[in-house]
């Protein structure tokens, strides 16, 4: 086959795998030829009819660990929990320059093989390594598991699209039709955790009522995490801020937000209708710790000349508001319930804030190369009709 038919086969070939979906694993051995751990994603069962269990991973022929797989004979398949993303990260070498042992990134302790074990996977295979076949540049290593560690509770992380992500449980349809139509009117959508119940509910609401869909995924989160999920095709469509978006998502501006200042009703500035950065500076400050809401925030301040005193910060939209009602300190927001009341009852006020301070814009995103399906395109209308956005 000439090269460059073979290089796009080659291409086409990643880019068809990466979305097959597959758990996260560390592979790790020691031995009389040292310890050592690598991250990968090409583990699958071979056989448990074998005398003893057997399964393969593949370990590409430049990385250390695997000629000391080879030489030590053994190794440990740890299956990652789904919060352990920088388990793998390390082990990929992502942090090489800041950390010198991959393995200080976690808690390990020693399977009956010698092989390293994370002290807490969501399982770990115990290997003899029976043989092993140099295929392209990976070898592939098959192993009977001789010991199984498996955790009472977790669940996997998962790689897929180059990106990690998380299983959830799809509950079967009742017949054919059912599931073609669920298949038709299913919506997955990522909102930033703290504007979308503010009018998502809303939307779905008159969605529902048009029977546009019949199933939603939410996904709620920080910047981060939406961006995430829409890169790794878990959302189709994201609700964000209009803040360092990739150059590969279509966007549609759909409203701005104002800050503001909340005070707790007693709070001494709380008979002022509207303030300026200066006049917060004496006092306590509740972070809402959340990318991009904490740069936001701060930078507003330190325009205005000073460095807020932070005293308490949470990621949590509603924790802020609580820890404000009880006299912790200020904070600044954009997004403004319509109740002014904490979970546990106690009372806030909304002040203007006087200072040069952009409004957060609120966009509607999703990948370029996507074709949205016909639910994500509804949702995309009745967004522009909430917001009074022509098409």
Request: hydrophobic residues 40%; aromatic residues 8%; proline residues 6%.
């Amino acid at each position: 086959m000439p090269t460059t038919l073979r290089q796009m086969l080659r291409n086409r070939f990643l880019d068809g795998m990466s979305h097959a979906a597959c758990t996260v694993n560390i592979v790790t051995t020691d031995g009389v030829a040292g310890r050592a751990g690598v991250t990968v994603s090409a583990m699958s069962s071979v056989s448990a009819d074998t005398p003893k269990p057997t399964l393969l991973v593949c370990v590409h022929q430049l990385s250390p660990t695997a000629q000391k797989i080879i030489n030590n004979g053994v190794f440990c398949v740890n299956v990652l929990k789904d919060d352990q993303a920088f388990v793998s990260d390390t082990f990929a070498g992502r942090y090489k320059d800041v950390v010198e042992d991959k393995f200080e990134c976690a808690e390990w302790t020693a399977m009956p093989s010698g092989a390293p074990r994370v002290i807490d996977p969501l399982v770990g295979f115990d290997c003899q390594l029976i043989s092993s076949n140099l295929v392209g540049t990976h070898h592939v290593f098959f192993g009977e598991v001789t010991d199984i560690f498996l955790a009472e509770r977790g669940s996997p992380l998962i790689y897929a699209n180059r990106a990690y992500g998380a299983t959830s449980r799809i509950e079967r349809a009742s017949s054919i039709a059912a599931g073609k139509k669920r298949a038709q009117t299913r919506l997955s959508v990522g909102c930033f955790h703290t504007f979308g119940p503010y009018f998502v509910p809303e939307i779905i609401q008159q969605m529902i009522a048009k029977d546009s869909i019949q199933t939603i995924k939410l996904v709620e989160g920080d910047q981060r995490r939406v961006l995430e999920s829409l890169q790794a095709g878990e959302t189709e469509v994201g609700l964000l801020y209009d803040l360092s978006l990739p150059d590969d998502l279509a966007v549609i501006p759909l409203t701005q937000l104002t800050p503001y200042v909340l005070l707790a009703e007693g709070h001494p500035l709380a008979d002022k209708q509207a303030m300026t950065p200066a006049e917060l500076a004496e006092y306590p400050m509740v972070l809402l710790d959340a990318p991009p809401s904490r740069e936001y925030f701060t930078e507003i301040l330190i325009n205005a000349g000073f460095t807020p005193r932070v005293a308490h910060r949470s990621s949590s939209f509603e924790m802020v508001r609580g820890m404000v009602g009880h006299g912790l300190g200020y904070t600044l927001l954009a997004t403004k319930p319509a109740s002014p009341m904490t979970y546990d009852g106690r009372a806030l006020v909304s002040r203007r804030l006087i200072a040069k301070a952009e409004p957060s814009q609120i966009v509607l995103v999703w990948r370029k190369s996507t074709n949205l399906s016909k639910s994500a395109q509804l949702f995309v209308s009745f967004c522009r009709k909430f917001f009074g956005v022509p098409d």
